[in-house]
T-cell receptor
Framework: AQSVTQPDIHITVSEGASLELRCNYSYGATPYLFWYVQSPGQGLQLLLKYFSGDTLVQGIKGFEAEFKRSQSSFNLRKPSVHWSDAAEYFCAVGASSGGSYIPTFGRGTSLIVHP | GAVVSQHPSRVICKSGTSVKIECRSLDFQATTMFWYRQFPKQSLMLMATSNEGSKATYEQGVEKDKFLINHASLTLSTLTVTSAHPEDSSFYIC???????????FGSGTQLSVL
């Protein structure tokens, strides 16, 4: 079965600083990987996804993530954080099921942005 | 872009009553919908997967008689929490997958509070 580990419960950065959120996964084959963002009391919005191809994936809102098979990682990065980026971030891995996938989520990392 | 509408966004009910939550895909056909439960500061836990026209598949530990799921059409799935108790209080999120399997969209969630 697949699993996702987000080792950091909270991350605090200053506005304008760079950001990296860690994600490690466990899955026997090439996974489908995702990053979602959740604002308080809201659903999830997809930031980016990796299925195959280029291991550096560009997403919305200036985010990117890099798939590193050797490290089983899919870390999320942003070069300059804005105060509006403060939210909960979830990494997810999708196990294929009959040509489709069912995502499993990590526990999330709460991003706090200081002015 | 594709939108998933989840209603109601918030509901407060008395213990012992039943509550129905609706999840609609507004501009695409969702052959599969997922229902998640999220506790404060926790990840999303998959409760069940529903496919249009067939019975839902429940995750281990989820009571199917308590959490009734109906996916009667390609655009609507409902979750009914029967005989709700305070321990059922939680944030419930649905997601819908369109026929292009890599696209998964989330509703904005329903905060259920059982008194």
């Amino acid at each position: 079965a697949q699993s996702v580990t987000q080792p950091d419960i909270h991350i605090t950065v200053s506005e304008g600083a760079s950001l990296e959120l860690r994600c490690n996964y466990s899955y026997g084959a090439t996974p489908y990987l995702f990053w979602y963002v959740q604002s308080p009391g809201q659903g999830l919005q997809l930031l980016l996804k990796y299925f195959s191809g280029d291991t550096l994936v560009q997403g919305i809102k200036g985010f990117e993530a890099e798939f590193k098979r050797s490290q089983s990682s899919f870390n999320l990065r942003k070069p300059s954080v804005h105060w509006s980026d403060a939210a909960e971030y979830f990494c997810a891995v999708g196990a294929s099921s009959g040509g489709s996938y069912i995502p499993t989520f990590g526990r999330g990392t709460s991003l706090i942005v200081h002015p | 872009g594709a939108v998933v509408s989840q209603h109601p966004s918030r509901v407060i009910c008395k213990s012992g009553t039943s509550v129905k939550i609706e999840c609609r895909s507004l501009d695409f056909q969702a052959t599969t919908m997922f229902w998640y439960r999220q506790f404060p500061k926790q990840s999303l836990m998959l409760m069940a997967t529903s496919n249009e026209g067939s019975k839902a598949t429940y995750e281990q530990g989820v009571e199917k008689d308590k959490f009734l799921i109906n996916h009667a059409s390609l655009t609507l799935s409902t979750l009914t929490v029967t005989s709700a108790h305070p321990e059922d209080s939680s944030f419930y999120i649905c997601s819908a997958r369109d026929k292009e399997f890599e696209k998964l969209f989330f509703g904005s969630g329903t905060q259920l509070s059982v008194l």
